[in-house]
């Protein structure tokens, strides 16, 4: 059928003048014609309209918003609560007590709860450092960090001591290297490497200052402006803003339900619990830190500041696409339900998280289980309503 | 029949198939160079652990990291002979083994364009593409034509002509035509464009584009065989592609290979006056004198018997979905391989458990372990690749000293933004399920 369809086209270009047309044929063809015509129209005389409809989203409006009311003062909260960690550690070492380390673990307990703020955002500078590793790579490793104090000589920048470096590392120098405050306060006195830890800890100190006030001043105007290009790449494409917060929020809450709460439930291990894996292990908050999480990706999804001023977020992007969830009300408000079911369920776990999830299983098991719907409605229903693509490299489609 | 025959046997100008042999390695070889540039040789075929094989193709594996560039720089290699028409049977030869096997290394990196490339590439093979403007024919003048049978040139219209078609009758589903869905979700993605940016969040750009796409495709193939709508189904064609690049910028090559390809449309006195030019620049234009091609008696039976077959799979190959029962767009049965281009937007997420029967104790699997973000991304929506990866997490457990581990999974996929839900049956166990092209019963009805 078809070759005679072509062979007749043949005998028509090569050799005789073009035969009368078939009508419908010449009807599509001025479809097409008139079809060109109009794109055209639309193309290239409208550009002065304005978008002033009620359905438009201005996506560099909400990327002003999360540069200019969270990420920089999220930061800048960060920065100095790393400032303060840094000092209360060179008063405590300078003459170690047990007052001075309940000061030096305010100061952590504060970093470690500012740093639930920044986690999300670890695309241009934080991934220039490697900020989230270097940060909260947790369960630290208690061999590691003893072996580099003994030696006294280390480069906290290589791949091997990831896990021996950021607040889980100082967790162990300051709640877990005695049973109580006077035998920890001892470990920096009266102990053959009490210089050596000292100065460990003033190192991890200083390597977390580095990295945080570095990823600081290149988000602010006066350093490297990131701010002006995270909000100037408005598109959706691969490596656009929207495409790199929506990713990264992605992958920053699976943390949560991951390594802060499955893998210490033995999501991995077959069943079998793992204590040791949880975050802020000696200090034995976990629950407080995971809750403290949630509730910054809930801020950061509604675009809205710590100080509860609620912009343009992703969720206001999800409503003016009219995006529904599967059961009919909006995607937005049923990612809002599913927040607050995850806080809910997550804050009911007893701290410490370490306990519970070999004498509590069932109550960490059910927060484990909202955090996996909200996984679900952040990893697909958000990113193919918004068009984003849910990948971490660049590749074609069809 | 005697007809047809007939008309596929007249000596045509060689011209056409000579533009298109060269348009054809250049567009790869600009591909390919863009390919290896962006890192996606490592990204696809270097950095994972695991691929996932074509069913009856699990022996193509990948070779090393070296192996791979050899690959590579083979299929480079081979798209200059292409262009120049030097050593052309090889290069066309060699050029389509090595894309192939590529192509054949992991699902996930599954493209319409990719596959186009494979077939047209196969089709060249025997076609006499070498015997005009070629350095072969340079070499050795006595292999010169200036005609050919037209089932050279038509072949590859056919094949342009199936593409289109098939493409558009994908095309002819409520969702697409009725709800303008997925171009409803994709365009207000574009919006930040300098100039059609406003419109894109409008509905009616949304059906206007849904409606004349579908059209386009069904009608493209037949208004460029017609003289007199040649000249602007060309235009359309242009037109088109360049609005799907801009819309769609995730697209890749496929529009300018697909420009391109629609210039063997045009007749053979078009074509050879570029020729003529191009010779004349060079300053060494000689009156070739008109010489035809003709095969010979038992080389043209086998060619008829192959291309005969060829295309016969080929008008099978996009309905064999008919075979299985529910939505297509949903379960993917005989999805592939079918010209469905840019046709529905799915996501999905999904987590595997795998389960030691004996002591009743699950675990959960972290994908990243085991595949790339990218590979996860594509397992979570096809239900032959979820089974695929059920089996690698069955045969690692076995590794580790568990006997018969289960493998059940809980996966969530959106269509089309209707929103998640659940895609596979939770309670089947997929390590006892086998590959293979049979219904999968397990699959939840849409």
Same mark, same amino acid.
């Given at each position: 059928m078809d070759y005679s369809t072509l062979s007749i086209s043949h005998t028509k270009t090569d050799k005789?003048?073009?035969?009368k047309l078939p009508g419908t044929l010449r009807l599509i063809s001025r479809f097409f014609f008139i079809l060109t015509v109009c794109l055209f129209t639309i193309t290239s005389c409208e550009d002065e309209e304005t978008n002033t409809g009620s359905n438009e989203f201005d996506r560099s409006t909400m990327l002003a918003n999360y540069a200019h009311n969270i990420i920089i003062p999220n930061y800048a909260t960060l920065n100095n609560a790393v400032d303060s960690l840094n000092k209360a550690i060179n008063n405590f070492t300078s003459s170690p007590d047990t007052v001075k380390l309940q000061q030096l673990r305010e100061a952590w307990y504060n970093v470690a709860m500012n740093w639930q703020h920044c986690s999300t955002f670890e695309f241009g500078p934080a991934s220039d450092v490697l900020l989230r590793a270097s940060m909260n790579t947790f369960p630290t490793n208690v061999d590691q960090i003893n072996d580099n104090i003994s030696w006294g000589s280390y480069n906290l920048e290589t791949a091997g001591n990831i896990d021996a470096i950021g607040l889980p590392a100082l967790d162990y120098l300051i709640n877990g290297v005695g049973e109580d405050d006077e035998s920890i306060v001892s470990m920096y006195m009266n102990n053959d490497q009490s210089e050596n830890r000292k100065q460990y800890l003033a190192d991890l100190a200083a390597q977390m200052q580095s990295k945080v006030s570095a990823v600081y001043n290149d988000w602010v105007t006066d350093g490297g402006n990131y701010q002006k290009m995270f909000i100037a790449s408005d598109g959706m494409d691969i490596g656009s803003s929207v495409g790199l917060l929506v990713n990264e929020l992605n992958f920053d809450f699976e943390i949560i339900k991951n390594a802060k709460i499955g893998i210490p439930l033995g999501e991995k291990t077959l069943g079998s619990p793992l204590p040791q894996h949880v975050e802020a292990f000696y200090h034995k908050q976990s629950v407080d830190f995971a809750v403290e999480h949630i509730k910054a990706i809930d801020n950061i999804f509604n675009g809205r500041s710590r100080a509860g001023i609620d912009s343009t977020g992703l969720d206001d992007n999800l409503n003016a696409l009219d995006a529904k969830h599967s059961s009919g009300i909006p995607l937005a408000e049923a990612i809002n339900n599913q927040f607050d079911d995850c806080i809910s369920a997550v804050e009911s776990i007893p701290d410490p998280l370490s306990e519970a999830v070999e004498n509590n299983s069932t109550v960490v098991d059910a927060a484990h289980t909202e955090l996996k719907k909200q996984v679900v409605l952040l990893k697909t229903d958000l990113p193919s309503t918004l068009s984003v693509l849910i990948t971490y490299q660049d590749n074609d489609g069809d | 029949m005697k007809n047809l025959q007939k008309q596929l046997d007249k000596q045509v100008y060689i011209a056409p198939l000579i533009t298109f042999r060269v348009l054809f390695g250049f567009i790869m070889l600009v591909s390919l160079i863009r390919f290896m540039a962006n890192g996606w040789v490592d990204q696809l075929y270097v950095a994972p652990k695991f691929f996932f094989t074509y069913y009856g193709f699990d022996w193509v594996q990948p070779l090393n990291e070296t192996g791979m560039y050899i690959v590579f720089g083979l299929m480079i290699a081979a798209t200059i002979g292409i262009m120049l028409g030097s050593f052309y049977k090889t290069a066309i030869t060699v050029f389509f083994i090595c894309f192939t096997y590529v192509e054949l290394l992991d699902k996930s990196n599954y493209l319409n364009h990719y596959y186009f490339v494979s077939i047209i590439s196969f089709i060249m093979i025997w076609l006499p593409a070498h015997r005009f403007f070629s350095v072969d024919a340079l070499r050795? /003048?006595?292999?010169?034509?200036t005609q050919v049978p037209a089932w050279c040139t038509g072949s590859i219209k056919l094949q342009l002509i199936i593409v289109y078609f098939f493409a558009g009758l994908a095309k002819i589903n409520s969702d697409w035509l009725l709800n303008a869905l997925p171009l409803k979700i994709w365009l /207000?993605?574009?919006?930040?464009?300098?100039?059609?940016g406003p419109f894109m969040d409008e509905a009616w750009v949304a059906y206007l584009l849904s409606w004349s796409s579908c059209l386009y495709d069904l009608s493209i193939p037949f208004l460029l065989l017609y003289k007199k709508t040649r000249p602007y189904a060309f235009m359309a064609v242009i037109v088109f592609h360049v609005l799907t690049k801009v819309f769609l910028p995730v697209i890749g090559m496929f529009p300018y290979i697909m420009i391109l390809s629609t210039t063997i449309f045009f007749p053979g006195d078009r074509h050879r006056k570029i020729f003529t030019t191009i010779q004349q620049c060079f300053g060494r234009l000689q009156k070739v004198p008109d010489t035809e091609l003709h095969f010979r008696a038992i080389h043209k039976k086998s060619l008829t018997s192959l291309f005969g077959l060829f295309f016969m799979l080929q008008l099978l190959l996009p309905i064999r979905y008919l075979l299985y029962p529910g939505n297509l767009f949903w379960?993917?049965?005989?999805?592939?391989?079918?010209?469905?281009?840019?046709?529905m937007e799915k996501a999905g997420t999904v987590f595997f458990y795998v389960r030691d029967p004996s002591t009743e104790n699950e675990a959960e699997i972290t994908n990243r372990d085991y595949l790339t973000p990218f590979q996860e991304k594509m397992m979570a929506t096809q239900a032959d690749m979820i089974l695929q990866y059920a089996h690698l997490i069955r045969d690692e457990y076995k590794k580790k000293g568990i006997k018969n581990p289960e493998v059940r999974v809980e996966s969530y996929v959106s269509l089309n933004g209707t929103g998640s839900r659940l895609f596979i049956d939770s309670t089947v166990n997929l390590a006892a399920e086998e590959r293979g092209f049979r219904h999968k019963d397990w699959v939840l009805q849409y």
């Open positions: 005789e003048p073009g035969a | 050795n /003048p006595s292999i010169r034509r /207000p993605a574009t919006s930040d464009l300098p100039v059609a379960t993917e049965q005989g999805y592939r391989f079918s010209w469905r281009v840019m046709l």
